[in-house]
T-cell receptor
Framework: NAGVTQTPKFQVLKTGQSMTLQCAQD?????MSWYRQDPGMGLRLIHY?????ITDQGEVPNGYNVSRSTTEDFPLRLLSAAPSQTSVYFC???WGTGDSYEQYFGPGTRLTVT | SQQGEEDPQALSIQEGENATMNCSYK?????LQWYRQNSGRGLVHLIL?????REKHSGRLRVTLDTSKKSSSLLITASRAADTASYFC????????????FGAGTQVVVTP
């Protein structure tokens, strides 16, 4: 099992550009989520999905879109990049939605917006 | 807004010493988890404690949960240089089901 994979590992964007961060898992997990991590602020939830075709907003959804067409994939789209979106992005997955399920994290994507 | 807070923000100890970090939250939860993050890596699950448990052990880790005080602590005993990492608590509040929230983390440095 590859677990949770994320691409790319690093990305530099100019303000206003758009891009998609890819996330895939091969564990048949129902729950997937995206977080951003900024210094001193821990992880903040952007969007999450409880299954294919179902997504919902987290704490900081503005400027990001998601879709979940398959169980395996959960891409995160930046619509028009802004310097405030410079961060490290983590994708995670788990067997279920509840808080009794261990989250499996990908290695992260380090994004810089200039 | 962050629902969880951790203290201390940073902790520096020598090998063999114990490291204790605390997590406080604001509203009711069912379970609380602890994660470790090595520099430049994703988070790794350490331990889960349920709201009806007061203490749980896993190897050199000891976690306590006090629901009346809305707080949890993680103790790492006999620390090793390999324990150098950031540690985060995580939970879902009962009024935001599906949204796992993380504390800001405690950065632990263990020197040989």
């Amino acid at each position: 099992n590859a677990g949770v994979t994320q691409t790319p590992k690093f990305q530099v964007l100019k303000t206003g550009q758009s891009m998609t961060l890819q996330c895939a898992q091969d564990m048949n997990h129902e729950y997937m989520s995206w977080y951003r991590q900024d210094p001193g602020m821990g992880l903040r939830l952007i969007h999450y999905s409880v299954g294919a075709g179902i997504t919902d907003q987290g704490e900081v959804p503005n400027g990001y879109n998601v879709s979940r067409s398959t169980t395996e994939d959960f891409p995160l789209r930046l619509l028009s990049a802004a310097p405030s979106q410079t961060s490290v992005y983590f994708c995670a997955s788990s067997w279920g939605t509840g808080d009794s399920y261990e989250q499996y994290f990908g290695p992260g994507t380090r994004l810089t917006v200039t | 807004s962050q629902q969880g807070e951790e203290d201390p923000q940073a902790l520096s100890i020598q090998e063999g010493e114990n490291a204790t970090m605390n997590c406080s939250y604001k509203t009711s939860i069912n379970n609380l988890q602890w994660y470790r993050q090595n520099s430049g890596r994703g988070l790794v699950h350490l331990i889960l404690i349920r709201s009806n448990e007061r203490e749980k052990h896993s190897g050199r880790l000891r976690v306590t949960l006090d629901t009346s005080k809305k707080s949890s602590s993680l103790l790492i005993t006999a620390s090793r240089a390999a324990d150098t990492a950031s540690y985060f608590c995580a939970f879902m509040t009962t009024d935001s089901w599906g949204k796992l929230q993380f504390g800001a983390g405690t950065q632990v440095v263990v020197t040989p």
